[in-house]
Nanobody
Framework: QVQLVESGGGSVQPGGSLRLSCAASGSIFSILAMGWYRQAPGKQRELVAIISGGTTNYADSVKGRFTISRDNAKNTVDLQMNSLKPEDTAVYYC??????????????WGQGTQVTVSS
């Protein structure tokens, strides 16, 4: 099993910054991808940013404002969020996709952390 622990959420005014962190622990053989998703009230969960190998991808709505980074040695993934907007308000979830020794693909989610952008 793999556990994900998120931190760094909170409340901030528009234009402010927050940094989310996620640490993965447990039986990890190989991590294929690490990412952040978010879910606003009444909306579906959506991809915010993902990093796989050396490749990163971002939702169009956050390009140029958010940066995802990964520490392979520590199995952590961070999301630096700048120039935050009220529409960024959501619960943010960390996600990792792993491959087991038996080559099974597994998907894990963090518990979610609230980000609120409001004046």
């Amino acid at each position: 099993q793999v556990q994900l622990v998120e931190s760094g959420g909170g409340s901030v005014q528009p234009g402010g910054s927050l940094r989310l962190s996620c640490a993965a622990s447990g039986s990890i053989f190989s991590i294929l991808a690490m990412g952040w998703y978010r879910q606003a009230p009444g909306k579906q969960r959506e991809l915010v940013a993902i990093i796989s190998g050396g490749t990163t991808n971002y939702a169009d709505s956050v390009k140029g404002r958010f940066t995802i980074s990964r520490d392979n040695a520590k199995n952590t993934v961070d999301l630096q969020m700048n120039s935050l907007k009220p529409e960024d308000t959501a619960v943010y979830y960390c996600n990792i996709v792993t491959k087991t020794r038996l080559l099974r693909i597994e998907n894990y989610w963090g518990q979610g952390t609230q980000v609120t952008v409001s004046s």
